[in-house]
Nanobody
Framework: VQLQASGGGLVQVGGSLRLSCAGSGRTSSIYIMGWFRQTPGKERDFLAACYWGGSSPYYTDSVKGRFTISRDDAKNTVYLQMNSLKPEDTAVYYC???????????????????WGQGTQVTVSS
């Protein structure tokens, strides 16, 4: 499985961005898709996840109501719509995929098997 993330950039406070993560290869093996972000010196933080072939998205509290994860099965693509962006949202954003459900509910980055290359999001004030 290969994941290609895109859509990052520079945006002002309160603005919006939509990140995309296109999957290729053996995508039938994917069980959950997730989005994470990372700032220098810190571990990757969970943001949102959804089941590859189903629904029931879930989010970390800090992005609930602002970020929305969705998918387009025909395009093998998962999106992260980010609204009301804040300076603290500045980070490198990663998409990831896991082949199975995990003890943490797929909220731990160590539980993911495949990763996109990361895309920088910068929110300026």
């Amino acid at each position: 499985v290969q994941l290609q993330a895109s859509g990052g950039g520079l945006v002002q406070v309160g603005g919006s961005l939509r990140l995309s993560c296109a999957g290729s290869g053996r995508t039938s093996s994917i069980y959950i898709m997730g989005w994470f972000r990372q700032t220098p010196g810190k571990e990757r933080d969970f943001l949102a996840a959804c089941y590859w072939g189903g629904s029931s998205p879930y989010y970390t509290d800090s992005v609930k109501g602002r970020f929305t994860i969705s998918r387009d099965d025909a395009k093998n693509t998962v999106y992260l719509q980010m609204n009301s962006l804040k300076p603290e949202d500045t980070a490198v954003y990663y998409c990831a995929a896991t082949r199975r459900f995990t003890p943490s509910g797929a909220k731990e980055y160590r539980e993911y098997h495949y990763w996109g290359q990361g895309t920088q999001v910068t929110v300026s004030s």
